[in-house]
């Protein structure tokens, strides 16, 4: 979880699954205070049923993949992307990753943004937290600044 070193400033010293987790930190943002909430999700099958209660009124999704492991770079498309669109289409998503060792190459990783159509890829590590402020930035722009929706085209197919 990126979310409790992001707030504690301290990364956990053993990893504990999470079940549901929750954080909250007050930020700068233009010289302007923003508290910042951030709710950690379980990513385990078990929770599947129960993780898309956490979704309504969220602002912002971020969503992590490890570099070190391509089965959780392809839940992104596989499973992660499609679960936040179903539940909420609108809501803008940053791509970020967890960064330690690199199978997953930075524009495999771009790809992946562009292709779900996130609002911006980013690499950050929450062991050294070298790049997380960012993360979280980006996603307070992501609210604050929404980059404009593209309409899509309509066709209309008769047969």
């Known amino acids: 979880s990126a ?6 400033k301290a990364f956990p010293g053993e990893y504990i699954p999470t079940v549901f987790d929750n954080y909250s930190a007050n930020v700068m943002v233009d010289g302007k205070p923003v508290n910042l909430g951030l709710w950690d999700t379980a990513g385990q099958e078990d929770y599947d049923r129960l993780r898309p209660l956490s979704y309504p009124q ?6 992590c993949f490890s570099l070190v492991s391509p089965a959780s770079f392809e839940n992104v498309h596989a499973k992660w992307y499609p679960e936040v669109r179903h539940h909420c289409p609108n809501t803008p998503i940053t791509l970020k990753l967890k960064k330690k060792l690199t199978p997953i190459t930075y524009p495999q990783g771009l790809a992946m943004a562009k292709e779900i159509g996130a609002v ?3 690499e950050c590590s929450a062991l050294t937290q ?7 930035d980006e996603a307070i722009w992501a ?3 929404p980059p404009p929706v593209k ?3 309509r066709k209309c197919l008769l047969l």
């Open 58 to 63: 969220k602002d912002v999704f971020l969503i």
């Open 3 to 8: 979310g409790r070193p992001h707030t504690t």
């Open 143 to 145: 609210v604050l600044c």
């Open 151 to 153: 309409k899509r085209k």
């Open 120 to 122: 911006k890829y980013l």
């Open 130 to 136: 070298q790049g997380l402020k960012t993360v979280f």
